[in-house]
């Protein structure tokens, strides 16, 4: 008996830790059921999102996607998930999970800090200025963009309620909405489904939280048909809506850092992405001059296709023939080969690389993709 | 270290090995006395100081074949590495990302596999528990100098690091994995948390060490059990299949110091360090504690 005795903390230990564990977890349920009450249209919900557009906080971002794609960190060299230079870096954000520190005070001052293991990426920007800059590569890219006040007189001027009912409208055809309550971070949120009616699209489900108070998206997940785990989530794992210190906005490129500077001379012309590090480094000079054809929708809403033409001017890609050895290595190991070309199937949309140089994309099967490209 | 080793310094400190009654007035006196006769011993072995030698050559080794071939690897191997050249202090960045995977837990599994299994092996234990010394006394003595082992080896190599970077290389400002710099303050105040990160980020290893040596008599299977597991740890954290089994490995975190080189601080990894060491500290401590206690000691 004394024997068993002198056993029983090494048996409460593991229960007090898992008990420990998760009672954040009961705790966070508790909140989430006590918030029961009327739950607002979807429009007023899209409404509260725009006018979010003010708002300042700061918050841990994680990010997963589950795309059916392999995770290709260990095809790059050994040490390094990230530190590829673009489309590398763009696959990097679409297969392995992420964690990233985002301060927003207020619509011109914004930073992301992509949190990779002994690294960081960083997407600053304070008003005109846009900084973005990679540890790994000890680079840095300087983006001024014109007078964005310029810019901001063209937009419309409509209200959100305006906006979001417009959109509403537009959707309802092919979409249902439901919006129901739950948590997120701590915080209450308004969760809005959206769910496509067509059979065509390979998306079962779109799902936005947003904070009742504030109106900031905490969680956006897009559900794959088939599949249990989200084919991409973005969720706020905790926030804070006190404004971020004014230094997390400022950045000053360390001594010995190769840094970039561009200037946007077109007025009124975007500030570019600031959510993906890897489209902004994107170089001209893999533009070809000629024809101006630009790319075109086939067909409508959920099932509608992207179709680039080739050696358009919003193609970076100009035909199987022209790729580098790494990069065809890169998309060898990808995708698969189809009749006059090679395509990409994720669990959420297709892209087809033809042999002639055009680029089909959407939220359908690749056969879908196949048929419009004949 | 020989039988004879050990008696030697059971020798030397006669008060605590021999304490007559845990109730006497010496032993109300010199509370800490087993304590400082368990760090005493530790430190004083050849074995110990030699660990702790191989562990400071390691950033030695790296300044050096950087001085030497004056490359900084062109972007390639450890982290940091690239750095120094222009900064020596990377040296004590770079020597800790090269020993967290293997030099550092080979070195801890060695002490905390020893810790009940040398004396048992030695046949000192039966002597140190008739002192009388309680089971549980014993057991925290014994982890303490597992902590202690820990964090001497992090600052070895972090001092050894800073200055043979400072001998070796230009120092200056520190700049940051954000992009930032940090002068003088900055960079001794980051180096301590980072060295108190990373011999945190030790101690539930160093309590499955102590576990697996109450389960034997003979130290080097405990030590190479240990070890085992610290590398297997390491291979299951890379494989992405098993992601939902990562945050529960104990070595997820050991690479998580470089959230105290961004700029604000991000200490999300260090709570989440903390919490998951301590919860191997309860378990495993729990589990030597349990098994120690039952055991009989029979050398």
Known sequence: ?374 | MSRAEAAAAAREEPDARTEPHPESAQGRLRPFALLGSELGRLFRRGRTIAMLAALAAVPVLIAVAVRVTNAGGGGRGPAFLGSITHNGLFVAFTALVVCIPLFLPLTLGVVSGDTVAGEASHGTLRYLLIAPTGRLRLLLVKYAGVIAFALAATVTVVLVGVLIGALLFPVGPITLLSGDTVGTAGFVGRTTLMAGYVAMSLLGFGAIGLFASTLTTVPVGAMAGTVVLAVVSQILDALPQLDWLHPWLFSHYWLGFGDLLRDPIVWDSYGQNAALQAGYVVVFGGLAYARFATKDILS
Not at chain 1, 28 to 33: K, L, N, P, S, Y
Not at chain 1, 276 to 302: K, L
Request: avoid cysteine; hydrophobic fraction near 35%.
């Open chain 1, 1 to 374: 008996m004394k024997r068993l005795l002198k056993w029983l903390p090494a048996l409460v230990a593991p229960v007090v830790v898992v008990g420990a564990m998760a009672a954040p977890a009961f705790a966070g349920a508790r909140t989430a059921e006590s918030a029961k009450s009327g739950t607002p249209s979807a429009s007023a919900v899209l409404a509260l999102v725009a006018k979010s557009g003010t708002a300042h906080y700061s918050g841990t971002l994680r990010q997963t996607s589950d795309l059916g794609l392999p995770d290709l960190s260990s095809l790059q060299t050994g040490s390094g998930a990230g530190s590829a230079d673009g489309t590398a870096g763009i696959l990097d954000l679409l297969t392995a999970p992420h964690t990233a520190k985002v301060y927003v005070d207020g619509p011109r001052k914004q930073r992301v800090q992509v949190l990779d293991s002994l690294a960081e990426r960083d997407v600053i920007r304070n008003g005109r200025q846009v900084w973005v800059w990679d540890s790994k590569k000890n680079t840095a890219l300087h983006v001024t963009s014109p007078t964005t006040s310029a810019a901001r007189a063209d937009a419309p001027t409509t209200t959100p309620q305006d906006l979001a009912g417009r959109l509403l409208s537009e959707a309802k055809n092919d979409t249902t909405f439901r919006v129901t309550k739950g948590s997120v971070a701590g915080r209450s949120v308004f969760t809005l489904t959206a769910t496509p009616k067509p059979a065509g699209t390979l998306v079962s489900k779109a799902i936005v939280s947003v904070d009742t108070k504030t109106g900031v998206p905490l969680r956006v997940e897009l559900d794959a048909r088939g599949q249990a785990t989200p084919a991409a989530s973005v969720s706020f794992s905790s926030i804070d809506f006190r404004r971020p210190a004014a230094k997390n906005f400022t950045f000053t490129p360390p001594k010995g850092a190769k840094v970039t500077t561009k200037r946007l001379s077109t007025p009124g012309a975007n500030t570019p992405n600031t959510s993906t590090p890897g489209t902004v480094q994107q170089s001209p000079d893999n533009r070809r001059p000629g024809s101006f054809e630009g790319p075109s929708v086939i067909g409508s809403g959920w099932t509608s296709i992207l179709a680039v033409p080739a050696g358009s001017s919003g193609s970076a890609f100009g035909g199987l023939g022209e790729l580098t050895a790494d990069q065809s290595h890169l998309v060898n190991e990808l995708t698969q080969k189809v009749s006059g070309g090679r395509g990409l199937q994720t669990s959420v949309f297709s892209l087809l690389l033809t042999d002639d140089g055009r680029v089909y994309a959407g939220a359908v099967p690749l056969s879908a993709l196949e048929s419009a490209a004949r």
